[in-house]
């Protein structure tokens, strides 16, 4: 399975990005982060059916996950960008179909894309 992350950039603070991921097959899907000199931290995820979703409580409000099954890409809009969120974001999926916070429950990773937001 491979995964190609995109959309990343250099935004202003408040500013706005999309994130996209393709990936094809039956999987959980998610996005994760890192930041320099920091652990990778989940952000968001969505289920297979993409009913159902899950969210770190820091960004709630802020940015949203979806899936387009047709062009097996996965989203995250990102709004309101802070200096804080500066970050490698990658893209992960699960053969749990089911959304989970756990980058233990992914399988595979997509190379990063880099979300730089300026003060």
């Known amino acids: 399975v491979q995964l190609q992350a995109y959309g990343g950039g250099l935004v202003q603070a408040g500013g706005s990005l999309r994130l996209s991921c393709a990936a094809s097959?039956?999987?959980?899907m998610a996005w994760f982060r890192q930041a320099p000199g920091k652990q990778r931290e989940f952000v968001s995820a969505i289920s297979w059916s993409g009913g159902s979703t899950r969210y770190a409580d820091s960004l709630k409000g802020r940015f949203t996950i979806s899936r387009d099954k047709a062009k097996n890409t996965v989203y995250l809009q990102m709004n309101s960008l802070k200096p804080e969120d500066t970050a490698v974001y990658y893209c992960?999926?699960?053969?749990?179909?089911?959304?989970?916070?756990?980058?233990?429950?992914?399988?595979?990773w997509g190379q990063g894309t880099l979300v730089t937001v300026s003060s």
């Open positions: 992960a999926a699960s053969r749990r179909t089911s959304p989970t916070t756990s980058s233990n429950d992914y399988n595979y």
């Open positions: 097959g039956r999987f959980g």
